[in-house]
């Protein structure tokens, strides 16, 4: 086993090395060419050359390696950094969407308070319109009686300003009615003339009564003058 073992070594380091199998077994030297025959150069440069550049394919692809561990890192970085952007700006978005849903509703609520507000001032111009043609309508109620108050009261003063003229139209038209007859007569003297009037006849009883009616146009008439 040990000398197994040692078989490459022996092999590559030492060109005359002949394993024992071979000594053994004679028809296998036939097969067998040592190094040194001239038809078969020695492998050992070849072997050489292909192990260095195993050996550089190998520091190529180690390097290859590192490099892309480096890539895949700093992608897995960019891509942890472009994950934690992205929910940031997912974070902003949802803020900004509330944002905007409270300025609709706030924009609403406004534009529903200010309907409300325009409804209000239209009701209440309307009702201010109304009292006011209720206000005219009743001070045209009250000018109306009250110009038939003054007209009712201008009619009175009239008829009593007649009444005391007809009652001192009367009483003049008595007085020539009673003066008359004894001037007509000649009677003087207070006795004739007293007598003449305690004469009563129809036409001057018809007259007192028409000078009572009188008397009363005039005692209305004081009345309205000393209001």
């Not at 071979?22 to 072997?47: A, G, K, R």
């Not at 390097?63 to 974070?91: G, I, N, P, Q, Y």
């Not at 109620?141 to 038939?148: A, C, N, P, W």
Request: charged share 35%.
């Amino acid at each position: 086993m040990a000398a197994d073992a040692s078989l490459p070594w022996k092999l590559y380091h030492n060109p005359h090395f002949l394993p024992d199998s071979l000594h053994d077994s004679p028809h296998l030297l036939l097969t067998y060419e040592t190094p040194t025959s001239p038809l078969h150069p020695n492998p050992l440069p070849t072997v050489m050359g292909d192990l260095a550049l195993a050996l550089a394919e190998i520091s190529e692809l180690r390097a290859e390696l590192d490099l892309e561990r480096r890539m895949r890192r700093a992608a897995e970085s960019l891509a942890k950094s472009v994950a934690r952007e992205l929910a940031d700006e997912r974070r902003a978005r949802a803020d900004a969407e509330a944002e905007m849903a409270r300025c609709r509703e706030a924009a609403d609520r406004a534009v529903r308070e200010a309907d409300e507000d325009r409804r209000m001032l239209k009701l209440a111009e309307a009702w201010r319109e109304e009292r006011v043609k209720m206000k005219l309508a009743h001070a045209a109620l009250v000018l109306e009686e009250r110009i038939q108050e003054v007209a009712s009261n201008a009619m009175q003063k009239t008829s009593e300003v007649h009444c005391v003229a007809a009652a001192r139209h009367g009483r003049e038209r008595q007085g020539r009615e009673i003066e008359n007859p004894h001037i007509r007569r000649g009677i003087n003297g207070f006795v004739e003339f007293s007598r003449a009037f305690r004469v009563r006849s129809p036409g001057l009883g018809r007259d007192r009564e028409r000078g009572g009616g009188d008397l009363e146009c005039e005692r209305a008439h004081l009345r309205v003058l000393m209001k």
